[in-house]
């Protein structure tokens, strides 16, 4: 090749060098001089520059990645989050957080090394030798400095050491941040507050909190039940209302609400020009093992006294542990380091971590967590359409809630059991089934469940003023307008008793009106009692009532025996003489009455009634 022609090529080559440098220059600040080196030694020295800017982008970027370290296998605990995983900086109480900066450090020397064989390359036409890199670097809070200390020839020219690189990046206030932060974590706990504050400031359900910590019961007919599957989507929802409410000094949420959870600068640091976020992790859901409360269920009534109905107060103690994605975004490369800690809340107070060595997870904890089988569940209602938002347990181990579809697909544990399927709404439903019968099948797969509704329903309480003629052996139900009359200045307890279950549901009232969207379809058994303004029991009834899901929006007319000077039995070894007297009253409200529960009012112009005790 002729001379001029390796000159031509040589300065091809330069050319290119100088395009990429150039397109690094622009986004990084040289800190050394260039005065007295030759074209070809700044192409060279620059293009290195070029080399070290784009390792520190490199080794910013995986370390915000992967919350400090250079890639997800370098730490043991971690969340999901974006699809990566993210490690704990702050687990069971322990800070546990990287070196930051000799990772970073390490991470720009093995990147420079790895690929400066490629850079080397890359000089077609030119007689450039590279010697063994040794880096050091500097971490400020608006910028990160790179010194490259490596033998560098061109063409027989020495390039002067160091290379020394600027690049404008406010890592090192993340980091200075994040440090701080885990630290004031740990000392101060602020999460566990925030979320014990959130859920006291839950939303109410009706009558009560949908997170009740302090439940009081005051009036006659006041009855509460809230079981773990009722708690849970209400806690996942203040946390993750905590978690919008939470921001550091000057950086207030854009949301509608008077709680807000403000956090205090870090060492006189309000970290302004960081963009920090608190977030849950992928698919986030509390389980049987990160959420429990006692009692459980939450379940309470008033209670008929001599004195009156008994307010019942009832304390729920919650325990909670879950984690938290903190994100802290760098305005200046756009990165967006993250880590995880730890919430540990423990009968509703800040939880001692010296506990967790001996955590109890439950006996199910084994089982629940063995995820060897498979589900393939789906849940309708009695018109086969899906119910959506039904919550699923196999062997007492929850499994999750259905989709649009009704239909939820999970892995299981291994073994035969129930599974049930709770919706509000609707009677849960209960299905004994194997994940291997006999013939070796899995029954959990295409199973197919189907829920009732409970129809809500209106009852109406009617007094029935009942004669015992007892020298004739016989009661008596008198004809006129003032015998039956809708009770008033009473008190009603009505039990009903879903046949093949063993907890009834309960009503006290002094109202005559009742509305009442608890009890599920079916055949109950029913105990009724009537009490004066002082609550002298002025009679009773046991009876039967059939309930179905059309019976959705019924009005029910429900007739209580009232009697002169009526008497129960003073000792335990009565009862069943006062049961019998009870059934027998509830046949006299049929007989007579066509009753004791009818879907119309007793017609005004019925005839008296008279029946023996013999024939009831």
Sequence with gaps: ???????????????????????????????????????????????????????????????????????????????????????????????????????????????????????????????????????????????????????????????????????PTRFGEVIDFSERFVDFVHSQRPFETFTIKSMLDSPYEGNYPSIPVAVLLLHCGDYIYKDWWDIKPNAETAIKKMLSHTYMPGKVPNVETDSFNPLPALGGNEFGDLSIRFQIPDEFELSQNTLRFTPNPIQGQTEFSMMGCLPKLIYVKYSMLYPIIVTVKD??????????????????????????????????????????????????????????????????????????????KQSVPCGAGSVEARKSGYATTTVMKSTSDVSGQNQLDGLTITMEKTPSVTFHLYEVKVENNSDQSQYAIKSGQDIIDLVEDRYVYLSFALQGTTEPINIYTENAVVLENKLSPGWHRVYAELYDENFNILGEFVSNFYLEEEDDGKDFYVYLPSLLNYEIPSSEEDIDQRIDDATKMGNLMIQCLDGPFRETPVPDDRDACFKGYDEL
């Design 1 to 167: 090749m002729k001379k001029a022609q390796v000159e031509f090529i040589a300065i091809i080559a330069i050319i290119a060098v100088v395009v990429v440098v150039v397109f690094f220059a622009f986004q990084m600040t040289t800190i050394d001089s260039d005065a007295g080196l030759s074209q070809t030694q700044k192409t060279v020295k620059h293009s290195i520059q070029g080399y070290i800017q784009e390792a520190v982008y490199s080794v910013m970027r995986n370390q915000s990645k992967y919350g400090g370290y250079l890639n997800n296998y370098d730490f043991n605990y971690f969340e999901e989050y974006l699809g990566d995983y993210v490690p704990y900086w702050y687990y069971q109480g322990q800070v546990n957080h990287p070196d930051v900066e000799q990772i970073f450090t390490d991470g720009v020397n093995d990147y420079i090394s790895d690929n400066i064989e490629n850079l080397r390359q890359s000089f077609t036409g030119l007689n450039v030798t590279f010697g063994s890199p040794i880096t050091s670097t500097q971490i400020f809070d608006n910028k990160v400095i790179v010194s490259l200390t490596m033998s560098v020839t061109v063409n027989g020219q020495s390039v002067p050491q160091p290379i020394r690189v600027e690049v």
């Design 331 to 408: 305005p200046i490369t756009d990165n967006l380091f993250r880590f995880a800690i730890h919430v540990y809340i423990k009968d509703t107070r800040k939880g001692d971590w010296s506990d967790m060595a001996d955590y109890d997870y439950g006996d199910m904890y084994e089982v629940c967590n063995d995820l060897s089988c498979t589900a393939d569940i789906t849940v309708v209602d009695s018109s086969s359409m899906p119910v959506p938002g039904a919550h699923v347990s196999f062997m007492g181990c929850g499994l999750g809630t259905t989709d649009v579809n009704g239909e939820l």
